[in-house]
């Protein structure tokens, strides 16, 4: 199916951990994105990526790292978990631009433990 | 800095009745604005989006929004809400802050319905 999905939805892990969020788009957008959800600050962007091979931080990448070999893939990783992690993340990607219309994945809800 | 503010973090309305949601921006150009929806446990919708042109545009699900520059207001308004309505309402901005461009969203409204 065309679209943009994440895997997985839901994941449980422990704290010191490595996690990879992945993220997938059918559209060959050149953009991509990843924000993650909390209550009390709406969508914050972690990392985003212009074109494969080409990433740069948002305001709150330290601790994630991110990379795109492909078009359409977009994988996050947390490289060592922490409880603060704990959040739900969205993947999203657009084909203009890093500030025109995205289109957003169902999330991936994240618990560290 | 560029921002988005939304000023009702909850609003409660009775099936049938109107709505309008607020959002305030604050960009120095002419800026990309949207409304995305977000549905319990789903990921952003997008509603509607002003680029340029007729100030009033259409969105999906009936929503329309008014783009007023001299108030820096993009309010998103429905003339009767569905149940199905109930959700999180998101206004965004496109523009560059941070030192990148980028969509820079408001906190959100979360609407809920009564029958």
């Known amino acids: 199916d065309a679209g943009i999905t994440q895997s997985p939805r839901y994941k449980i892990t422990e704290t010191g951990r490595q996690v990879t969020l992945m993220c997938h788009q059918t559209w060959s957008h050149s953009y991509m994105f990843w924000y993650r959800q909390d209550l009390g600050h709406g969508l914050r962007l972690i990392y985003y990526?212009?074109?494969?091979?080409?990433?740069d931080k948002g305001e709150v990448s330290d601790g994630y790292v991110v990379s795109r070999s492909k078009t359409e893939n977009f994988p996050l990783t947390l490289e060592s978990a922490t409880r603060s992690q704990t959040s739900v993340y969205f993947c999203?990607?657009?084909?203009?631009?890093?500030?025109?219309?995205?289109?957003f994945g169902p999330g991936t809800r994240l618990t560290v433990l | 800095a560029q921002s988005v503010t939304q000023p009702d973090i909850h609003i409660t309305v009775s099936e049938g009745a109107s709505l309008e949601l607020r959002c305030n921006y604050s960009?120095?150009?002419?800026?990309?604005l949207f409304w995305y929806v977000q549905s319990p446990g789903q990921g952003l919708q997008l509603l509607l989006k002003?680029?340029?042109?007729?100030?009033l545009v259409q969105g999906i699900k009936g929503f329309e929004a008014e783009f007023k520059r001299s108030q820096s207001s993009f309010n998103l308004r429905k003339p009767s809400v569905h149940w199905s309505d109930a959700a999180e309402y998101f206004c965004a901005v496109g523009g560059f802050s941070g030192g990148y461009n980028k969509l820079i969203f408001g906190a959100g409204t979360r609407l809920a319905v009564h029958p």
């Open positions: 999203a990607s657009s084909f203009r631009s890093s500030y025109n219309e995205q289109f």
């Open positions: 002003y680029f340029s042109g007729d100030t």
């Open positions: 960009y120095g150009a002419t800026p990309y």
């Open positions: 990526s212009a074109a494969a091979d080409i990433t």
